[in-house]
């Protein structure tokens, strides 16, 4: 994925639904959910991001945090999302299902489809 | 071997980066901060990493002031806020180094203005000092204040005059002041007087200890004295005059030039005189 400043911004800018959909699967610690986010691939500039925007998930109430200290083992905060952090990812899928389809739209046109490259390269229909 | 890559060179000198760059955000968002990539690393890297491994891992993470910025939010660069910010975490014993500092200048600020404001004004004593001088003089009344005019003779002429510190500070005259030429002297000496007759500022009667420089404390009267060698050649006709006294005065630690005005103007009027050449 490419690197310009618009890019950043708008990983940036999903980057808080995402971290929300992965703790609506299961609570998981700081470090198991950045790997989870760098697995899924382009959607980390920087890895250590990911806990500045935990704090402020935090903050508003969307996650809650919690040390588990079980014995014999590494004592982890664990994240976890709130009803509040539901409600807001519900809202954020509904959102993004038409936010996506009118960014598809308008950026590639029907007079542009035959221009637009498949993800192997190729032009549609040059099989 | 440590028992955590916390110890390793390169994870030191990030979190000390991280904690550099945390300056600007509330304490305890800057160590919860430190706390949570301190935590990752640790869990990220085994003990003996190897130092292009952490080197990666850091990579990864980003720039300590990356993330000391994702942290402050978009406000981040709000001056105010960088500003409370700081100074939420100057330390309590700094404070009290400030407030006894300010107390200090404070002091000091009113010290020097207070030394400064020192002033004295003259009292109801105004003689020519030389007795040939006040024989001669002529006074003129106006109002409260006089005129005396005497003739101009080359040598040592001067005048006395009671003077009072109306101030809370003990003045210390140390002379005149070394710009001021009355009569175009070519050189001035002052004294100050005291005696009995004299700490009461109304006469002259007594013995007076003069010394060239006298303190006067506060709230008091004393004579002053101001010797002079005439240096101008006044035509006969012509006059002139002096109304108020330029010394040199020490007030605490401060020596300063105070500026005397007088209720009385003395004059010298020029004369026919053969040795005037």
């Not at chain 2, 440590?2 to 550099?20: F, M, N, Q």
């Not at chain 2, 100057?90 to 600020?109: E, F, K, N, P, Y």
């Not at chain 2, 003089?137 to 005396?148: D, P, R, S, V």
Request: charged share 20%.
């Amino acid at each position: 994925m490419g690197s310009d400043p618009g890019m950043t911004e708008l990983r940036r800018g999903v980057l808080g639904p995402c971290v929300l959909a992965l703790l609506d699967e299961r609570p998981r610690f700081g470090l198991e959910l950045v790997r989870d986010l760098a697995a899924a691939g382009g959607l980390l500039t920087s890895e250590g991001t990911v806990y500045p925007l935990l704090n402020r998930l935090r903050d508003a109430r969307l996650v809650t945090s919690e040390w588990h200290d079980p014995v014999g083992e590494r004592a982890r905060r664990y994240y976890s999302i709130t009803s509040e952090g539901r409600e807001q990812l519900k809202a954020f899928r509904a959102d993004w299902t038409d936010f996506a389809s009118t960014v598809e739209s308008v950026l590639f046109p029907p007079s542009a489809e035959k221009t637009r490259r498949t993800p192997t390269g190729e032009e549609p229909g040059d099989e | 071997m440590s028992d955590t890559v916390l110890e390793h060179p390169l994870v030191r000198e990030y979190l000390r980066e991280l904690d550099k760059a945390s300056l600007t955000l509330p304490a305890a968002q800057a160590r919860e901060l430190r706390e949570q990539i301190a935590a990752h690393l640790d869990e990220a890297l085994p003990p003996g990493a190897a130092t292009e491994e952490v080197a990666a891992e850091l990579s990864r993470l980003g720039p300590p002031r990356s993330l000391a910025a994702d942290a402050a939010g978009p406000d981040r660069r709000t001056f105010v806020r960088r500003l409370l910010n700081r100074l939420r975490r100057v330390r309590w014993w700094a404070w009290v180094i400030i407030a006894a500092l300010i107390a200090l200048a404070g002091s000091a600020l009113t010290y020097t203005l207070l030394a400064l404001s020192a002033t004295m004004t003259q009292g109801p004593v105004g003689l020519w000092y030389y007795p040939q001088d006040q024989a001669r003089t002529e006074m003129i009344q106006t109002g409260l204040t006089q005129q005396f005019t005497a003739p101009q003779r080359f040598g040592q002429q001067g005048i006395e005059i009671s003077v009072l510190n109306d101030s809370d500070w003990t003045q210390t005259v140390v002379g005149a002041d070394p710009n001021w030429t009355p009569f175009g002297a070519s050189s001035v000496q002052v004294a100050v007087g005291s005696g009995e007759s004299a700490n009461r500022g109304d006469s002259i009667q007594g013995p007076i200890r003069w010394s060239s420089s006298g303190s006067i404390p506060p709230h008091s009267f004393r004579l002053l004295r101001v010797v002079w060698k005439t240096g101008l050649c006044l035509n006969a006709g012509t006059e002139t005059s002096i109304q108020q006294l330029m010394l040199t005065v020490r007030v605490g630690v401060f020596t300063r030039t105070e500026n005397i005005r007088m209720y009385d103007t003395w004059v010298l009027t020029g004369v026919s005189s053969p040795g005037c050449r």
